[in-house]
Nanobody, 119 residues
Framework: QVQLVESGGGMVQAGGSLTLSCVAS????????MGWFRQAPGKEREFVGG????????VYADSVKGRFTISRDTAKNTVYLQMTTLKPEDTAVYAC????????????WGRGTQVTVSS
């Protein structure tokens, strides 16, 4: 089993920045990749971006490209989501997820952390 715990959420004004962390624990942690997702009230869950664990290759949703950066520290079993130039529409619960095989959906999910951006 793998446990994922997010932290770093909070309230920030538009234009501000936040960095979220997701720490994994449990079994030997060598996923294929890690993803960040978000869900705003009344909306479907949205893929924010992801990173491959070994190579660090990243991919982002168009809505956050150029503003958000995903990185990982394999020694700490931690993935980060650095968010800059935040907008009110970025308000959501952000959750990380671990994917253990290419082409397979995410196997493990964190509970999420709230990010609120005020205008």
């Amino acid at each position: 089993q793998v446990q994922l715990v997010e932290s770093g959420g909070g309230m920030v004004q538009a234009g501000g920045s936040l960095t979220l962390s997701c720490v994994a624990s449990g079994r030997t942690f060598r996923p294929y990749g890690m993803g960040w997702f978000r869900q705003a009230p009344g909306k479907e869950r949205e893929f924010v971006g992801g990173v491959t664990w070994s190579g660090g290759t990243t991919v982002y949703a168009d809505s956050v490209k150029g503003r958000f950066t995903i990185s990982r520290d394999t020694a700490k079993n931690t993935v980060y989501l650095q968010m800059t130039t935040l907008k009110p529409e970025d308000t959501a619960v952000y959750a990380c997820a671990a994917q253990f095989a290419l082409g397979r959906w995410y196997d493990y999910w964190g509970r999420g952390t709230q990010v609120t951006v005020s205008s």
